[in-house]
Each structure stands twice: as C-alpha cells, then as structure tokens.
C-alpha cells in the first residue's frame, strides 16, 4: 500500500535542500515503481470522438464472435447428445458469461433481434428497429456504428442462417426442423415465427448500445484486464 502525499514530501525536501546547499541523501521512496505506474495510469490522456467509435466498433465485433463461438460450441454438443431438446437453452448468446463480462467491461448491453421473432420480447424499436429494416432491405451489409445522443452509441451487425445445424432450429418444418422439433419449439415460444430458413439467410441482427463515458475509461486505464476469450 503506498500513498501519493508522501510523494511531495520527498520532492519538497529535496527542493528545500537545494536552495540551502546542504546536502542530503534521501531514501529511495518505498513502493516507487509502483507510485510511477499508478500516475502513469491516473494519467488524462485525451481521446476524441473518432477514437471512441472505433473502440466501440472494436468492441462490438469482440462481443459478436465471442458470442457466436460460443454458442457454436454450446449447440453442436448439446445438438449431437440429446438434439433440440437439449440445445434450446443454449441459443440465448446475450446472456453467456463471457459477453456479461465484455458488456460490463465496455459498458455495452447486448440483445438479438429480427422481423422474423421467436422470442416476443427481442422486438426491436426505435433506432433498433430502423437499423433492422435497413438490413432486411440490403441497405446495410455489414456491423455500423451510430451515435444515439451524447452518452450512448448504438453498434448493430447482422445475422445469417451459417450452416444446417441452425436449420434443426430455424428450417422447415416436416424437412429440416423435424414435426416433434417444432412442436417442442411451439410449446415453449407459442407465436414462433423463426421458421422457414435456409442457409445463407439473414436471420436477424445484433445490437449493442454503448455507454461512452465507459468505453473512455477502458481506453484510458492501464494496465487492461485481458478476458479469455477460450478460442
């Protein structure tokens, strides 16, 4: 434990002692490596607003593949040992502890959206639900960033169908999506519409609102806590 006070005790000795003339050895100060990295890191660095959006992108990308590896990994090994039954609680992303941990990080809050619901209360509304169309109708392809006010920013990517192991979940039913899949699905989410898919399709899109004064702090706090990311 060391305290910044002592600091200027020792600078205001050692002034004093050169206006005398004396001279005077003065210890080390104790733990000084540690006081130089801590005012290194209480440091105000300046950042500009380009700066943060570009934190933001990086962080919303970050969050997205972290997110979608995991569930890769969670539903081929619960689809391979007990099928849709098992995999179905595993298709919720925003809710890993891996992107609990990177939103608390990045100040980011995460959900999924699409026309196209399983879940009713993934609707998307306001800037959400503007960003939505514009993927649906092909005017955005890829993740954006846009500024919601002054204390927020909104990142937005899209979903597609990757593969046939999304079709268990999301293709026809009586082909891909087996009766019985479908019935399970029903029961669970009665006005699914996530059905009807194939590959390649644009299932829905990722949103991630991010508080900048938050983003501000992580760029500018050293040194930074690395999150496994397990790939």
């Given at each position: ?7 200027l ?13 004396c001279e ?7 733990g000084?490596?540690?006081?130089a ?5 209480r440091?105000?660095?300046r950042?500009t ?7 933001a992108?990086?962080?919303g990308d ?7 590896y995991q569930?890769?990994l969670?539903?081929?090994q ?9 995999a ?5 992303p925003e ?6 941990a990177m939103e608390?990080?990045?100040g ?7 026309l196209?619901l399983?879940?009713?209360?993934n609707?998307?509304e306001?800037a959400?639900?503007?960003a939505?169309?514009?993927y649906?109708?092909g005017?955005?392809?890829e993740?954006v960033?846009q500024?919601?006010?002054r204390?927020?920013l ?6 597609y ?5 999304c ?6 039913p009586g082909?891909?999506l087996s009766?019985a899949d479908?019935?399970?699905l ?6 699914d519409q996530a059905?009807?898919y194939?590959?390649?399709?644009l299932?829905?899109m990722w ?5 900048k ?9 050293q040194?930074k806590?690395k999150?496994?990311?397990g790939?």
């Amino acid at each position: 434990m060391f305290h910044l006070p002592r600091i200027l005790y020792y600078i205001t000795l050692a002034a004093a002692c050169i206006v005398s003339g004396c001279e005077v050895k003065v210890k080390p100060v104790e733990g000084g490596k540690e006081i130089a990295k801590e005012l290194e890191r209480r440091k105000i660095k300046r950042v500009t607003g380009a700066q943060i959006q570009e934190a933001a992108l990086n962080a919303g990308d970050s969050i997205v593949a972290a997110a979608q590896y995991q569930m890769d990994l969670y539903l081929q090994q619960h689809l391979d040992s007990g099928g849709v039954a098992a995999a179905m609680a595993y298709c919720r992303p925003e809710q890993f502890e891996i992107v609990q941990a990177m939103e608390q990080k990045y100040g980011g809050t995460a959900g999924r959206t699409s026309l196209k619901l399983r879940n009713p209360a993934n609707k998307a509304e306001g800037a959400v639900a503007v960003a939505l169309q514009q993927y649906t109708e092909g005017q955005l392809q890829e993740p954006v960033l846009q500024e919601l006010n002054r204390e927020e920013l909104l990142y937005t990517a899209p979903i597609y169908i990757r593969s046939e192991s999304c079709l268990r979940c999301h293709g026809t039913p009586g082909k891909e999506l087996s009766d019985a899949d479908n019935e399970l699905l029903k029961q669970q989410y009665p006005t699914d519409q996530a059905t009807r898919y194939a590959t390649g399709d644009l299932r829905g899109m990722w949103h991630i609102r991010f508080n900048k004064q938050t983003l501000v702090t992580d760029m500018t706090t050293q040194p930074k806590k690395k999150i496994k990311m397990g790939f």
